[in-house]
C-alpha cells in the first residue's frame, strides 16, 4: 500500500511516516550503515527525513547530507534549531550552519526544539526572514503544549506555523486530551516522535499479542495506531534495514475496531489534561 499523506496548512502534502535520525552520526563506525539506512527508507518511500542541530552535534545532518545527495528533490526535510540559539539572528545563523552541514539550498521545515527563554516573537520574525530568503520553505515548533501554541498564535506572523512535533504513541496519549483536537481543528500536523517509544513499546504484552493475530509486529501496530490518526506524521528511527522494511510494512495494516478497543484498554486514553511530556 502506498504511504498516507498529509496536509500541511499550505496545502502542500507530506508523507505520514518519515524517518527519524537521533542518535545517528555520532559513530563514525556506524557512518556507512545509517546513510544505507536513510537512503532504503527513501526508496521505500519515507521521504520526509527529520534531523535536527542538536543530534550528535550536526553529525546527524552529516549523514542525512549524504544520504539524500543527488536525489534532494524527493525529500521532504526537517530541521531544527536549538532554543538556545534561538534570538532572531541566532536562528539565522543556525540555520545557516544546518544548512551547510545538509549541504542543500532550502529546508523543508525547520522547527524550534523546544520552548525558548528567547521571546518566541523574535524567533518567528527570524523564520519569516528564512522563509523570504529562501533559505526555508516553512517553520514550525516542537514541544509545544496547549499553552505554548496559544502563545504563539498572540505573535505577529505565528498564525504561519506548519507543524507541532511532540512525544505522541500509544503510551504516552496525553495530547488527545487537548493538543491534537487543538491541532487538528486548525489544520496543524502533529508529528509523533518517538513512536514506538524508542523501542520499548516492542516488550508490551498486549501489542505483542495484538500483533501475533494480525502476523505483525508490536512495531507496526504502534505505527498503524498513529497512522490512523488525522494530522499526524510519524518518524520512526531506525539504522537496521530489515526494521525500516518493517516499520514501512505498518501502512498495509487493517486494524478492526474491535481490535482497536483492546489497544484502547490496553493503553487508556487521558480522561483529564497531563502536561504535554518530553524526551
Ligand atoms: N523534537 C524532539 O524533541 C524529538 C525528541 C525525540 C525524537 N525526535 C525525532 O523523532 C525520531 C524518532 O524518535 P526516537 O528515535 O526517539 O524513537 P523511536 O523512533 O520510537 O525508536 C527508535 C529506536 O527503536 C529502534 N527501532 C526502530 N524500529 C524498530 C522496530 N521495528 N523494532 C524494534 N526496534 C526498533 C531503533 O533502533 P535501530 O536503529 O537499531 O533499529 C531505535 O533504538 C528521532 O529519531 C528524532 O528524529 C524528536
Partial sequence: MPIGRVRLPSGEMVPALGQGTWKMGESARRHADEVR???????????????????AEGGAEEVVAEAIAGRRSEVFLVSKVMPGNASRAGTIAA?????????????????????????????????????????????????????????????????????????????????????LPWCQERSIPIMAYSPIEQGRLTHHPDLIRIAKTYQATPAQIALAFLLDRDGVIAIPKSSNPQRIEENRGSVDLDITDEDWAVLDAAFPPPSRKKSLEML
Fill in 37 to 55: 539506512a536513510l537512503q532504503l527508507g527513501l526508496e521505500l518511500g519515507m521521504t520526509l527525513i527529520d534531523t535536527a542541530e542538536m543530534y
Fill in 95 to 179: 540555520c545557516e550552519r544546518s544548512l551547510r552541514r545538509l549541504k542543500v539550498d532550502s529546508i523543508d521545515l525547520y522547527l524550534l526544539h523546544w520552548p525558548s527563554h528567547h521571546p518566541i516573537a523574535d524567533t518567528v520574525e527570524a523564520f519569516e526572514t528564512l522563509k523570504r530568503d529562501g533559505k526555508i520553505r516553512h517553520w514550525g515548533v516542537s514541544n509545544f503544549d496547549v499553552a505554548d501554541m496559544d502563545e504563539l498564535l498572540g505573535v505577529p506572523n505565528g498564525g504561519n506555523v506548519a507543524a507541532n512535533q511532540v512525544l505522541y504513541n500509544l503510551a504516552r496519549r496525553g495530547i488527545e486530551y487537548d493538543l
